[in-house]
Nanobody, 127 residues
Framework: QVQLVESGGGLVQAGGSLRLSCVDS????????MAWFRQAPGKERKFVAG???????????YYADSVKGRFTISGDNAKNTLYLQMNSLKSEDTAVYSC?????????????????WGQGTQVTVSS
C-alpha cells in the first residue's frame, strides 16, 4: 500500500525559503512519476512541479511557469523521498502543497493523472 507523507510547510516571509519533503512508503520510488500540486483557498488544485526517472537513472524535471527559476523538485531514491525546494517565495505561493504519485512514468499536469496523494502541508507566505 502506498502512503505519502509530507512535511516541511510553515509560515515564512516573502523572499524566504522552505523545503518540503514527501516520504513514499510504497513501491520502488523511481519507477513512477511524482509531482507536487498546490491548492489555494477557493481555487482549484494546480500542478507545481513533476519529476520522472529513466531506467539508466537519468531524470527529467518539469515546472509550472509561475515557479520556474524559484522552485526545484528532486528525489532521493535511497530514502524514497521527494523534495520541493522553494526559494524567493511570494505571497501568491500561499497554498496547501500535496505530493502525488502516478502508476506510470509520465509526468502530467492534471491532478486526475495521479493515483496516490499525501495529506498536504500548509505553506503561508506573509508579505
Amino acid at each position: 500500500q502506498v502512503q505519502l507523507v509530507e512535511s516541511g510547510g510553515g509560515l515564512v516571509q516573502a523572499g524566504g525559503s522552505l523545503r518540503l519533503s514527501c516520504v513514499d512508503s510504497g513501491r520502488t520510488f523511481s519507477n513512477y512519476a511524482m509531482a507536487w500540486f498546490r491548492q489555494a483557498p477557493g481555487k482549484e488544485r494546480k500542478f507545481v512541479a513533476g519529476i520522472r526517472w529513466t531506467d539508466d537513472n537519468r531524470y527529467y524535471r518539469y515546472y509550472a511557469d509561475s515557479v520556474k527559476g524559484r522552485f526545484t523538485i528532486s528525489g532521493d531514491n535511497a530514502k524514497n523521498t521527494l523534495y520541493l525546494q522553494m526559494n524567493s517565495l511570494k505571497s501568491e505561493d500561499t497554498a496547501v502543497y500535496s505530493c502525488a504519485k502516478s502508476n506510470t512514468r509520465v509526468v502530467l499536469t492534471t491532478a486526475s493523472a495521479y493515483d496516490y496523494w499525501g495529506q498536504g502541508t500548509q505553506v503561508t507566505v506573509s508579505s
